[in-house]
């Protein structure tokens, strides 16, 4: 087992790796930078390191900085958590080389589901089933021109290095391809360094399902169930449910192990995402994350696993501590996003935070990395809390979501709180009957 891991990210999520560190005897290193001198993450871990200015790109996202930072305090792993480089596989490389471990899949697994077109063309001969599109890049429009044909417009655009919904564009007719092909080009050129983009069917009303795989990297794989991620703004998530609403038993199943065949055929080490659009009961593979997902407490919730602990022992070499017959679903979970934002515009509104209150009771989980006194820092994601409920099924987590919605407390900044109180008044949320444009439709009625 590893003696002291250093976590290379801040916020909650590095919050939520050290208490797991804690519980499991393990000394934990925050790394921070200079703006980051005062947070939570920085005072809860054994250590801390300064890694550089404000700007990611000298902080957070220095590979040199960080691994300096291993060697300094002498930890032996590294946990990314989400976002920054949890999915950079030349980071995960030069830990390798440095025999610094990594608490995630290693290089080539991320290389390969990294690039949309290799881990589209992986899933589908692993026996996944993908979106009807291009076999690979698409270098002209006439050639987007052809395929778009032969598959049925709408189609949708999308970047192969991309992510976050850039370079993503759709074109319901041949008039609008070669603007929408040249778009995402030049987007994911901006975006990513990289303008080859691929062309897939874009389906009418899917929803947004991703099913929670892990593995123990030597042919034995798990999942655990999916969550359905439909209520997004410009391709974000905001509001995430496990199991779906849509999903029955005998379907989760299904595809469930169809994602852990998969998984386990590649020797896949740890915690990793299949996501899906799923319509008229088929899903289509859209991508994997190789990382923990933002929302990963809802699947927690619900199957009482804590899969950080989890990432921990299968990179040390241990075995995982269940199997598929061990993981018995228990009730419905509910995550919310609370980000530092303005309404109705979702500006950033970083400042100085006067008063926080998180909610409790049962069945309540806050994670945050905010406290009174706090200053949110401009530099990063508005991203500054998830509220996440668990009820023995959904109209009990539907209740508690909104009791402690009305108990949470951030004062100073605005924040999406009442976007959720709204929400939640509204019957297709209470129904469960929404997809992934449902959201967008909504804001534009409300706030037209």
Not at 2 to 23: D, P, Q, S, Y
Not at 41 to 47: I, K, L, P
Not at 107 to 117: F, L, N, Q, T
Not at 126 to 145: F, I, M, N
Request: aromatic content about 8%.
């Amino acid at each position: 087992m590893f003696e002291k891991i250093l976590i290379a990210n801040r916020g909650e999520i590095a919050l939520r790796v050290i208490r797991a560190c804690r519980e499991m005897g393990i000394k934990s290193v925050a790394v921070h930078s200079t703006a980051d001198s005062d947070a939570m993450h920085v005072r809860m871990a054994d250590e801390s390191v300064c890694i550089g200015p404000p700007p990611s790109s000298e902080s957070y996202l220095s590979v040199p900085a960080i691994v300096s930072a291993c060697e300094i305090t002498g930890a032996d792993a590294i946990h990314p958590g989400y976002g920054f480089l949890s999915e950079n596989a030349a980071f995960v490389q030069v830990l390798e080389d440095h025999d610094i471990g990594f608490i995630g899949p290693t290089a080539e697994h991320i290389r390969v589901m990294g690039d949309k077109i290799t881990a589209k063309d992986t899933m589908r001969r692993l026996g996944v089933p993908c979106v009807p599109g291009s076999e690979g890049g698409v270098a002209t429009v006439e050639e987007a021109k052809r395929i778009s044909a032969e598959i049925g417009y709408p189609v949708i655009i999308k970047a192969t290095a991309g992510g976050g919904g850039r370079g993503m564009k759709v074109a319901r007719d041949a008039e609008a391809l070669e603007v929408a092909f040249r778009t995402a080009r030049a987007e994911s050129k901006a975006a990513f360094g990289n303008d080859e983009v691929y062309i897939e069917k874009y389906l009418q009303r899917p929803r947004h399902i991703e099913i929670q795989v892990f593995g123990d990297g030597k042919g034995k794989a798990v999942h655990l169930g999916e969550r359905d991620c439909s209520l997004q703004r410009r391709h974000q998530k905001v509001f995430e449910e496990a199991p779906g609403p849509a999903i029955d038993q005998e379907t989760r199943d299904r595809i469930g192990k169809v994602c852990a065949d998969a998984v386990a055929a590649i020797n896949y080490i740890g915690a990793g995402t299949i996501e899906f659009l799923y319509e008229d009961g088929d899903f289509y593979f859209i991508e994997m994350n190789t990382r923990l997902q933002v929302e990963h407490p809802v699947t927690e919730a619900i199957f009482g696993v804590d899969l950080v602990r989890e990432q921990i022992r299968v990179a040390s070499g241990m075995p995982m501590s269940f199997e598929q017959k061990d993981l018995m679903l228990n009730g419905h979970a509910i995550e919310v996003r609370i980000n530092a934002e303005k309404l109705p515009n979702f500006s950033p509104c970083p400042g100085r935070v006067n008063v926080f209150h998180a909610p409790g009771g049962l069945g309540v989980r806050m994670d945050s990395a905010l406290y009174a006194g706090y200053t949110i820092p401009p530099y990063y994601d508005s991203l500054i809390g998830k509220l996440i409920v668990h009820g023995r099924d959904r109209p009990e987590a539907l209740a508690r979501l909104k009791r402690a919605l009305g108990e949470l407390i951030v004062d100073g900044v605005d924040t999406t709180v009442p976007l959720f109180h709204a929400l939640l008044e509204e019957p297709d949320i209470l129904k469960g009957n929404y997809s992934i444009h449902w959201l967008e439709r909504w804001l534009a009625e409300t706030f037209a």
